[in-house]
């Protein structure tokens, strides 16, 4: 079975520019992920996704960050413009249920120059 | 306010030691998994579990649903279990422990 699949692995921009991230869950997961880890710290959600309806983005910083998972499949983070403390790993996890077992991509790793 | 305390925050043991990590929480949860992160990789589930205890090779994780603590042991220990290893009680979402980085000296 095919894990998590994240996209780019590792990305470096200046601040103010953009970025995107790409993650494909695992087939049938209904539920999805985005979480933001930065070095020493566990990871903190930003968006969780039920199907292609949002459950809860109460800490993405709206005035910045976007995601969206139209098709109820693959889900798409972006970040615009990006400030230095957006330095970090972004990792896409998905579940078959809220309560299942989670299961993690690779991460992308952004650093902001 | 922290929802999960994890302890100790880092860990150095010798090749073959019995280590002991440790999970408190303070929020109602259905389930607690225990995640494994290498550096520079991604992270990995090792247990889900809602009672009792589960074993898998030299893992063995246990769960006090009443007094809302967990542990993950690790028997026989070896340098490839150097990792972070994150506790993440869940109920209606996750909750992240910040890790406890575990080195084994060969």
């Known amino acids: 079975e095919a894990g998590v699949a994240q996209s780019p692995r590792y990305k470096i921009i200046e601040k103010r520019q953009s970025v995107a991230f790409w993650c494909n869950p695992i087939?049938?997961?209904?539920?999805l992920y985005w979480y933001q880890q930065i070095l020493g710290q566990g990871p903190k959600l930003l968006i969780q996704?039920?199907?292609?309806?949002?459950?809860?983005d109460s800490q993405l910083p709206k005035d910045r960050f976007s995601a969206e998972r139209l098709k109820g499949v693959d889900s798409t983070l972006k970040i615009q413009p990006a400030k230095l403390e957006d330095s970090a790993v972004y990792l896409c996890?998905?579940?078959?249920?809220?309560?299942?077992?989670?299961?993690f991509g690779e991460g992308s790793r952004l650093t902001v120059l | 306010k922290n929802e999960v305390e994890q302890s100790p925050q880092n860990l150095t043991a010798q090749e073959g030691e019995f280590i002991t990590i440790n999970c408190s929480y303070s929020?109602?949860?259905?389930?607690l998994h225990w995640l494994q992160q290498h550096p520079g990789g991604g992270i990995v589930s090792l247990f889900m579990?809602?009672?009792g205890k589960k074993k898998h090779g030299r893992l063995i994780a246990t769960i006090n649903i009443q007094e809302k603590h967990s542990s993950l042991h690790i028997t026989a220990s070896h340098p490839r279990d150097s990792a972070v290893y994150i506790c993440?009680?869940?109920?209606?979402?996750?909750?992240f422990g910040t890790g406890t980085s575990l080195t084994v000296i060969p």
């Open positions: 996890a998905s579940s078959v249920a809220t309560t299942g077992e989670l299961f």
């Open positions: 087939s049938g997961h209904a539920t």
């Open positions: 996704f039920q199907n292609n309806g949002v459950v809860d």
């Open positions: 929020v109602g949860i259905s389930a």
């Open positions: 579990l809602s009672s």
């Open positions: 993440a009680p869940t109920g209606n979402q996750f909750y």
